[in-house]
């Protein structure tokens, strides 16, 4: 039977890293796959998340089921940790998934049941997965102009002009933090202008925030978020704690709905409880399990911050030096960008050849859309980095 199935699609981001592994070459550079890296190339295990896991290690009474909603310590503490200050906290409520991904498809499938014609619009460019999931659950989905590749920023006249087409039979996904793979975020006053076409236009936001902490700081990152919620009266937010608590492999995350009112919010819970059911049950309980006791426990949440901090800080640092180090060897100021460019990714606006190129004769793999993940480069390395940009014509 299964001969039947066509070739399946590559994945972009994974075949490149299966090719970096098999390169030879002891000075590649591996900017693809969004993993955050230390100065020494690793993605450490937090020792807040050690600590929490020596807790539950020694503490834990049982591995029976939790149930379908997973962990509600985790639910509390990640609401909070979203929507804490806001009005809108009391009108929410949150479901632990198996990470963003996991989220993402669990509201698009509630989308789907209860406005099965809704249209979900999405960046151009956008975080490669959203409109696979959304088609999956078998919404339609379109995109909103975001980028302009000239000047590396965002492209607001076209975007808006979008945005004032939306009606109430749309969903407008937005990233909240640190856009995959731009960059390139929205200003405050963006979010104010979408929260005021929401309330007057009847579309609804859908927040997608995976990097809350890798842009500006974890509170700073949510001003955006905060204040949508506060003027409309309902949006969805999806959250990840792979990158802020490092839990990549152990798939934590959350989709929180904000209603009119709690009883509209909890009946939606219950709708989301038989999604759940239907698909896996339940989420699996060790990274919310290490997320809920960090939070909940005042010494390893200081001690969880400073860590954020720490890798925050590397990554701003790691922007300037490209910045500056780019100047001093061009005597021009064309890679401003990375500076000005937020959290994890950039796009770089590298031609396909020039990326053929750098995987080819330098040893640096980029993903197709020029994206690279500053996030996961080394101090050390950059002058080889420059060096290859500029040989290639960047
Ligand atoms: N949304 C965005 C914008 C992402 O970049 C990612 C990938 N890091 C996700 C969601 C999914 O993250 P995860 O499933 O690992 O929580």
Redesign the pocket.
């Known amino acids: 039977m299964f001969e039947l199935l066509s070739e399946p699609r590559k994945d972009p981001i994974l075949s490149l890293s299966a090719a970096y592994k098999d390169d030879p070459r002891t000075n590649k550079l591996d900017l693809g796959i969004?993993v955050y890296r230390n100065n020494d190339g690793i993605t450490p295990v937090m020792a807040a998340v050690k600590a929490a896991e020596q807790y539950l290690l020694e503490n834990q009474p049982s591995k029976a089921y939790v149930g379908l909603a997973g962990d509600e310590i985790f639910n509390e503490a990640i609401t909070h940790l979203l929507l804490a200050g806001t009005e809108a906290e009391h009108r929410a409520i949150a479901l632990q998934t198996?990470?963003?991904?996991?989220?993402?498809r669990m509201l698009a499938d509630l989308i789907r049941q209860t406005k099965p014609d809704t249209t979900v619009w999405i960046s151009d460019p956008g975080?490669v997965?959203?409109r696979p999931i959304m088609e999956a659950a078998g919404l339609k989905v379109r995109s909103y102009p975001y980028f302009d590749p000239n000047t590396k920023t965002l492209n607001e006249a076209a975007m808006l002009a979008q945005f004032a087409q939306l009606g109430p039979d749309d969903i407008l996904l937005l990233?909240g933090c640190c856009h995959?793979p731009t960059g390139v975020d929205l200003e405050f006053s963006h979010w104010q202008q979408i929260a005021s076409m929401s309330q007057k236009q009847g579309f609804l936001p859908f927040i997608?925030i995976?990097?809350q902490g890798f842009g500006d700081g974890l509170e700073q990152d949510l001003k955006g978020l905060q204040h949508v919620v506060d003027q409309v009266e309902e949006v969805l937010i999806?959250t990840?704690?792979?990158?802020n608590f490092g839990l990549?492999r152990e798939?934590?995350?959350a989709a929180v709905l904000v209603a009119k009112d709690k009883q509209t919010a909890s009946k939606a819970r219950s709708r989301m409880f038989e999604i759940v059911r239907a698909n896996y049950t339940m989420p699996p309980d060790h990274g919310s399990a290490i997320v809920a006791h960090i939070l909940t426990t005042p010494e390893l949440k200081q001690q969880w911050l400073q860590e954020l901090n720490t890798m925050l800080t590397r990554i701003k640092g790691l922007r300037t030096s490209l910045r500056t180090q780019f100047q001093a060897k061009t005597g021009e100021d064309r890679f401003a960008f990375f500076e000005h460019h937020k959290g994890m990714f950039s796009v770089t606006g590298l031609s396909t050849e020039q990326i053929n190129r750098l995987r080819e004769e330098f040893g640096i793999y980029i993903v197709g859309d020029s994206r690279v993940n500053v996030a996961g480069m080394q101090e050390q390395a950059i002058p080889y980095l420059i060096d290859s940009f500029l040989a290639v014509g960047a």
């Open positions: 969004g198996p990470g963003a991904s996991g989220a993402l975080y997965n959203h990233h995959n997608d995976a990097y999806t990840s704690c792979s990158k990549y798939r934590t995350g």
